[in-house]
């Protein structure tokens, strides 16, 4: 009797839970500019982007962990040259 009463309030449960969003694409163009990956972060200076937002992250540098797939992102190395260009 307790098995089917714990079943049956399971399955009750479960029909409350509202299924999670699917995540939006990245939509920043971070693929279109992994040829800027091993160049100086003063390149970026002179360019336009069609994201949203840019963001510059620095070694130890905090960020948020938010994402927003329409935010591009440059990662640079110690020297300032960049690492890696992704959404988020």
């Known amino acids: 009797m307790r098995r089917t009463i714990a079943i049956l309030a ?8 509202e299924p999670l969003p699917e995540p939006e694409p990245a939509t920043c163009g971070a ?7 091993g160049q100086r972060e003063e390149v970026l200076a ?7 937002a840019v963001r510059v992250i620095r070694p130890g540098q905090a960020v948020t962990m938010d994402y927003s797939p329409r935010r591009i992102n440059f990662e640079l190395d ?11």
Request: glycine share 12%; with cysteine; hydrophobic share 50%.
């Open 31 to 37: 693929e279109t500019l992994q040829g800027l990956v």
């Open 46 to 52: 002179a360019m336009t982007f069609e994201a949203s």
């Open 78 to 88: 110690r020297a300032g040259r960049i690492l890696r260009v992704f959404c988020g």
């Open 10 to 17: 399971t399955a009750a449960l479960a029909g409350c839970v």
